[in-house]
């Protein structure tokens, strides 16, 4: 069953899911479609079209905007920022040329962080506090910064992966392996 705040709006022709908790002040608009086991923090809003995935984590004062779409167990930090117009003026309609921009499965960005639309942050990829995303992000890829850069890699429990000569790493906290090979990560157990 899911809760759903008195002072939250949740529009008819969005759709819910199971155990979801939306909090005060939020909105959901119609056409947004939110999986189970969702919660969607304080003063946040969901606009048309918006897809969010299972088991998803939305932190205060976040606006998840027309053509984001979140897969299962994204976290979104308190604050953090989407877009979906490039070249945005108040004179002018660009509403046809949203953007998607796609957060992948297990991704984080964090508080205050920056996503300009248009891009693919990758699974299980860290995007740190403050940082401003500008282009596509890889699987696994630990981001900072104003532009973002990588700085590394981390597990899929968000721990820093330190790879061997071989190119292999293992998680602190679950044992599991990591292969960096051609640029890119991918766990191998």
Same mark, same amino acid.
């Given at each position: ?7 939250a709006?949740v529009?008819?022709?969005s759709?819910i ?5 939306i ?18 923090? $304080? ?9 969010? %995935?299972?088991?998803?984590?939305? $932190? ?9 779409? #979140?897969?299962?167990d994204?976290?979104?930090g308190?604050?953090?920022?989407f ?16 953007? $998607?921009?796609?957060v992948?499965?297990g991704?984080s960005? %964090? ?5 300009? #639309? %248009? ?14 995303v ?9 981001m ?5 850069? $990588? ?9 820093r ?13 679950t ?7 051609? %640029? ?6």
């Amino acid at each position: 069953m899911s809760f759903i705040h008195e002072t939250a709006v949740v529009d008819e022709g969005s759709v819910i899911g199971e155990n979801v908790k939306i909090w005060h002040f939020s909105h959901v608009m119609s056409g947004a479609r939110i999986g189970d086991n969702c919660n969607i923090g $304080q003063n946040v809003v969901v606009s048309p079209d918006v897809r969010i %995935g299972n088991n998803v984590k939305i $932190q205060n004062n976040v606006s998840v905007y027309t053509g984001v779409i #979140c897969e299962d167990d994204v976290f979104l930090g308190p604050s953090m920022v989407f877009t979906n117009v490039i070249n945005p003026r108040s004179f002018v309609n660009r509403k046809s040329e949203f953007k $998607q921009t796609l957060v992948r499965k297990g991704a984080s960005i %964090g508080a205050n962080a920056t996503v300009v #639309c %248009g891009v693919e942050i990758g699974a299980y990829a860290m995007v740190g506090a403050g940082t401003v995303v500008t282009k596509d992000v890889k699987p696994f890829a630990l981001m900072v910064g104003n532009p973002a850069r $990588q700085i590394g890699w981390v597990s899929e429990y968000g721990h820093r992966l330190a790879f061997d000569e071989t190119g292999r790493a293992v998680c602190p906290e679950t044992n599991s392996s990591y292969e960096l090979r051609n %640029g890119l990560v991918r766990k191998i157990d």
